[in-house]
């Protein structure tokens, strides 16, 4: 997500990848600015393979009727030689008042034009598709925190696997929970009401509520994770990490750092605190029957019996009982 360190009202801004929502955030970031500055600021756009010398000078003189003037080119990678040599010279040369905006997609087309721009001093904001998940999810906590509320890192993480990686129903979703939470606090319960369900479950949504004790709603979600395509072998491996990740968290010695559990059992640090709270109510018997009940769903699934369905089920009950015996 590209941040803004200088103010936006810079002579020339270079907008350059190809992640429309964030691309289209810098350029406003730049007419809502001389707005603030200027009411009466004159905003115009016009398409890179439009734009011809003569029409940026117009457009780059100051204006008879506002002291500011904004220009956007779209798609700078489709201008002219001779309009790229002339917006060189104006990143060189600005003139007062007058502010560009050139958004370009990303992409090796004009990149001998992109990087003449960056040398002459233009200032560039990134628009780079989030395509890890702990960018998005780093993205999703930043919405939320910009709409007023509170998300910690497991709810975030929740709120990407239930809508996904696209960048407007992320930030759609993060303004309405902020919004709607009590004091704008978004817990997983507060994303599970809102969006768990409206996307393919995954087979970690089954596991947390399997060691949770909450068998129902595992089976809920198991039911619903198979009909939208979940692989059976992938609840497994699930519940057995889960399971796993529990057995070694109750074996660890007292007083280790968060920091050197997490990497002894090979989950991200905030993952200790999420299985602290997993952990409560469970016994080394009953993780150990557990993980025997999985295993034996492990070879159902894989060609010891028929309904792979039924076998997955079967373990949920057997994990919820073992918990509370």
């Not at 964030?22 to 406003?28: C, F, I, K, N, P």
């Not at 009727?65 to 060189?92: G, I, M, N, P, Y």
């Not at 200032?123 to 925190?145: I, N, Y």
Request: glycine share 8%; charged share 25%; no cysteine.
């Amino acid at each position: 997500m590209p941040t803004r360190t200088v103010d936006p009202l810079v002579p020339v801004t270079l907008v350059v990848g190809p992640e429309a929502l964030l691309s289209e955030r810098a350029v406003a970031a730049v007419a809502r600015a001389a707005r603030q500055a200027d009411a009466d600021s004159d905003i115009s756009e016009v398409a890179g393979a439009d734009l011809t010398p003569g029409s940026l000078a117009e457009h780059a003189s100051p204006s008879l009727f506002a002291t500011r003037r904004v220009l956007v080119v779209r798609d700078v990678q489709d201008v002219s030689d001779a309009v790229s040599e002339a917006l060189v010279a104006h990143v060189k040369s600005p003139v007062q008042d007058i502010h560009l905006v050139l958004v370009h997609p990303g992409g090796v087309k004009s990149k001998k034009t992109l990087d003449r721009l960056r040398k002459a001093g233009a200032h560039e904001v990134k628009a780079e598709r989030l395509t890890k998940p702990d960018d998005q999810v780093s993205f999703v906590r930043a919405e939320v925190r910009h709409a007023g509320g509170r998300i910690d890192e497991p709810a975030a993480r929740q709120l990407v696997d239930a809508v996904g990686g696209d960048l407007r129903g992320l930030a759609s979703a993060a303004s309405q929970l902020a919004s709607d939470a009590l004091d704008g606090i978004v817990d997983t319960d507060v994303v599970a009401t809102y969006f768990e369900g409206r996307a393919e479950v995954k087979g970690w949504v089954v596991a947390d509520r399997a060691v949770e004790g909450n068998t129902a709603q595992a089976v809920e979600q198991l039911r619903w994770a198979l009909q939208t395509g979940t692989d059976p072998v992938l609840v497994i491996g699930s519940l057995a990490t889960a399971l796993r990740a529990l057995a070694r968290l109750a074996g660890a010695a007292r007083g280790v750092r968060d920091a050197d559990l997490a990497r002894d059992i090979g989950v991200p640090p905030w993952k200790i605190r999420v299985l602290r709270g997993q952990l409560r109510g469970w016994t080394p018997t009953g993780l150990s029957q557990a993980i025997r009940a999985v295993a034996a769903a492990d070879l159902a699934v894989k060609g010891g019996a028929n309904d792979s369905t039924l076998a997955l089920t079967n373990a949920l009950v057997q994990i919820g009982q073992a918990r509370s015996s």
